[in-house]
């Protein structure tokens, strides 16, 4: 059987970082810290830690005296000396050898794991991944809201491998080889060269060996990160799950030298190819997506999401986990209480997807955009359902819903999705005024969310139930799905 990486032979695994036990024979155990009150931890240190939580970033948790020690890859249950590797006041420590492993830990199928900067939890199993996300939720809600009896159902997933419908990788150069793939754990200019990824469906692996191969054989130079130079920065793939399409955005720092071999390249290695597009990004920064181009055939793929026939773009709109999103989508919907006389406004509206999966339970959903582009998305899948009770708006949302009820309209229930900032206290407030009696929070960051229950609290919402929905499975990330009442 092939060995995993990160996992040695007899049970001991390292972090997957190239860590090993180099005790000299002969050296006395490495003593336990537990039953001291105070440690003071030093780069290099060893010690015996038993390990009870995991933290939101997915490393195992420690105590060491009064401290609390990260360690990437450590599991609940399990036991291991460990080296430190940061003292202060967030101390971190990496694997030297395991004394005990945990009843849940799992062969992780991916020979990347460990040191792909991608998964954290394949080596943990799925059930015991949920139960973990739940207690996560639990645990941070209770300490930013300073609440203790908040009520967080057990978090819901779906099938945990080949669920990820969309893939971002960048290009590099090792030893003189163009290899593509994802930043490698804690390092975001190394790159491994990806030959296989278990949580992404098989065909977006294939549409990278597809765009390494093109590249490889037009020979254009591959961008430096460091340096600036360069011309192909990285590759967006996209596939339909049911309709079979197929997406490829090329990412370069410039205009392509020739954009028929580019065309002629991929289409003769993607049978399935739908969209081939053209992202130019001259900025020296990590974004990948700039001012995108149609090279060939249509700007968008199809495919069947949560009962809906929908368009996906480029811009990464929803959430890439079409196979539980339904279940994202059902929380939603239970949250607001529908049935069938609402009026609901979703304040983050992305394409239309909440609004248009709640048309069929509501009277009217109204969606604001964040930009023109994304309203004119959401308007083009509602045409595409047949689906007439849904209107969108774009500009500030608070504002939108202050001109609604200017105009005599009613909210029954609002909808937020923040995604790199939390929401504006003004949406909630104005929510209060437009007569919403219920809030729906669903949150892609607990940080977020946390700061959004705050805001929803000070306008005058209670707190009723959190469910987390797990759409990405064998990460650490967290979305959940928070019910707000009015008081």
């Avoid at 440690?39 to 933290?55: A, D, I, M």
């Avoid at 460990?82 to 101390?91: A, S, Y």
């Avoid at 080596?123 to 645990?139: C, D, G, I």
């Avoid at 999705?417 to 219920?438: C, K, L």
């Amino acid at each position: 059987m092939k060995q995993s990486r990160g996992v040695r032979k007899g049970g001991t695994r390292d972090s997957g970082l190239g860590t090993k036990d180099n005790r000299r024979r002969g050296q006395s155990p490495v003593p336990s810290p537990q039953s001291r009150s105070l440690v003071s931890l030093r780069p290099g240190q060893k010690l015996t830690l038993s390990f009870r939580s995991l933290n939101l970033d997915g490393a195992g948790v420690a105590t060491a005296g009064s401290q609390r020690i990260a360690v990437p890859f450590a599991l609940p249950g399990e036991e291991a000396i460990v080296e430190i590797t940061r003292g202060g006041r967030r101390p971190e420590g990496k694997i030297v050898s395991l004394v005990r492993k945990s009843a849940h830990a799992a062969p992780p199928p991916c020979r990347h794991f460990g040191v792909c900067g991608g998964c954290q939890w394949q080596h943990l199993s799925y059930a015991a991944q949920l139960e973990h996300k739940t207690r996560l939720v639990r645990a941070h809600l209770e300490d930013a809201l300073r609440d203790a009896t908040l009520t967080v159902r057990d978090a819901v997933g779906a099938a945990p491998w080949e669920y990820r419908n969309r893939v971002q990788a960048a290009f590099a150069l090792r030893q003189d080889k163009v290899v593509v793939g994802y930043y490698t754990l804690g390092d975001d200019l190394r790159v491994i060269n990806v030959q296989e990824c278990p949580i992404q469906h098989g065909d977006n692996v294939r549409l990278l060996r597809a765009a390494r191969d093109v590249i490889v054989e037009l020979g254009w130079p591959i961008y430096d990160r460091v340096t600036g130079r360069g011309l192909v920065r990285g590759v967006i793939g996209q596939v339909g799950m049911y309709s079979g399409e197929a997406m490829l955005v090329l990412c370069t720092s410039r205009e392509v030298p020739d954009r028929m071999a580019l065309v002629r390249g991929v289409r003769d290695r993607v049978l399935n190819l739908t969209s081939l597009l053209l992202s130019v990004q001259p900025a020296h920064t990590p974004e990948l997506l700039g001012s995108v181009r149609l090279l060939w055939g249509r700007a968008y793929i199809e495919d069947d999401i949560a009962g809906l026939h929908l368009r996906l773009y480029a811009t990464p709109a929803i959430p890439p986990n079409p196979r539980a999103l339904p279940l994202w989508l059902d929380a939603i919907t239970r949250g607001i209480g529908a049935d069938g006389t609402q009026t609901v406004a979703d304040a983050a509206c992305e394409d239309g997807l909440v609004p248009l999966a709640l048309a069929s339970r509501v009277s009217k959903a109204i969606g604001i955009a964040p930009d023109r582009e994304a309203m004119h998305r959401a308007w083009e899948n509602a045409r595409l359902n047949g689906i007439t009770n849904c209107i969108f708006y774009t500009r500030a949302p608070a504002g939108v819903l202050a001109r609604l009820r200017a105009r005599g309209e009613h909210i029954d229930a609002v909808v937020v999705s923040p995604r790199g900032r939390p929401t504006a206290a003004e949406v909630f407030q104005e929510a209060v005024v437009s007569g919403a009696r219920r809030a729906v929070c669903a949150g892609h960051s607990l940080t977020l969310l946390a700061q959004d229950l705050l805001a929803a609290r000070a306008a005058g919402f209670r707190l009723i139930e959190v469910q987390p929905v797990d759409l990405l499975p064998q990460t650490s990330r967290i979305h959940c799905v928070a019910t707000l009442e009015r008081q």
